[in-house]
């Protein structure tokens, strides 16, 4: 199973319900809306794929496809800009 945590060089910072990211490497920038920061805020700590959209679930009022399809899009999306990496 696929687990994924933080990318710990990131600088971030939390504005109002958003959470606004740089890295200082490449000098990309990435902002997340409200949701995207709760994800966010999940991969603190290294956790996999199905427990993420778990928590999700009891969180949000969304269908279970719906909320792992965009969940994945969003993971997609963080590892092509080295927001975060899988853990082996």
Do not use: H, P
Not at 4 to 20: C, L, R
Not at 21 to 49: H, K, P, Q, R, T
Not at 79 to 84: G, P, S
């Amino acid at each position: 199973m696929e687990k994924f945590i933080q990318n710990k060089a990131i600088v971030q910072s939390k504005m109002g319900e958003e959470v606004v990211m740089l890295d200082l490497d490449s000098g990309f920038y990435f902002g997340l809306n409200a949701v995207a920061s709760v994800i966010w805020g999940m991969l603190a700590n290294e956790i996999g794929f199905e427990a993420l959209i778990d928590q999700l679930m009891t969180q949000f009022d969304v269908e279970r496809f719906l909320c792992e399809a965009d969940t994945k899009e969003l993971l997609d999306q963080l590892l092509e800009k080295n927001i975060i990496r899988k853990v082996a």
